[in-house]
């Protein structure tokens, strides 16, 4: 129990900025845990993202740099391969992920490089205000899309998880929630499978979040966790996507 209710050495004592509700904090705690269970706290290093987490390196207790919008993926394969035995991985949002940086998310996983990405779904752009992000539900309302986003207008929601299980360099993906304690349990088990197949060598590993935003949907933190598991769920169905690990 002691184990379970104290603050990861991987996660320093700092406030938070996210907002209320938000899935943000949880899955830092998720990430901090499976490095002190794996013991590689002093060789990880993080690259954080131009989005929500923009402020990792004032959590996260190892180092951490940041990369320009959307190029995560193209700093975290210059960090591991001029150093091999650090363990890099890249915290990112639908925006900077699966938009602006759309290019360097697929080239990286199609040369399978031996990084750790984890993802965070949220179905907008969460920190400059709710517009529509590549991720948004059809029909769902956004600051872009005030009468719900329409794929004859914006196209339909990419599934991430879908196109990088398609590329022979990905080795493992897979998509989690913390929508609720169940959810939580199973998301931080995957994240440490992602982390262990890094220190093993096995490639890229693939993590996608299915998280809350209640502030800019406009919902109470429960009303927002319900949303996620009756709506999201739905175009972004959990489970072992892909698994070449074993």
């Known amino acids: 129990m002691e184990k379970i209710l104290s603050r990861p050495k991987a996660l320093k004592d700092f406030p938070l900025s996210y907002c209320p509700g938000c899935g943000h904090g949880i899955v830092h705690r998720l990430v901090a845990q499976a490095i002190d269970d794996l013991g590689i706290r ?9 989005g929500c987490a923009v402020f990792a390196y ?18 975290a394969t210059g960090i591991k391969r001029t150093n091999p035995d650090k363990i890099v991985f890249t915290y990112q949002g639908d925006g900077d992920l699966a938009a602006i940086g759309t290019a360097e998310t697929i080239h990286c996983a199609n040369r399978g490089e031996n990084i750790t990405v ?37 196209g339909y ?53 299915v998280s809350h935003c209640p502030v800019d949907w406009g919902k109470t933190p429960l009303e927002a966790t319900k949303w996620v598991k009756e709506e999201m769920f739905k175009t972004f169905p959990l489970g072992v996507i892909k698994d070449e690990t074993k």
């Open 42 to 50: 002093e060789r990880t290093i993080a690259v954080a993202p131009v």
């Open 58 to 75: 004032n959590y996260f207790n190892f180092d951490t740099t940041e990369a320009p919008h959307g190029r995560p993926p193209a700093v």
């Open 118 to 154: 984890i993802f965070i779904n949220n179905a907008n752009y969460g920190m400059t205000g709710g517009q529509m992000a590549p991720t948004t539900l059809l029909g769902q309302v956004t600051e872009t899309t005030p009468f719900g986003r329409d794929p004859q207008r914006e």
């Open 157 to 209: 929601p990419i599934n991430v998880c879908e196109l990088l299980a398609g590329l022979k360099g990905t080795k493992y993906i897979e998509r989690v929630s913390v929508c609720d304690a169940p959810h939580v349990i199973q998301a931080g088990k995957a994240i440490k499978k992602a982390f262990q197949n890094q220190v093993e060598g096995k490639g890229y590993s693939f993590i996608e979040v």
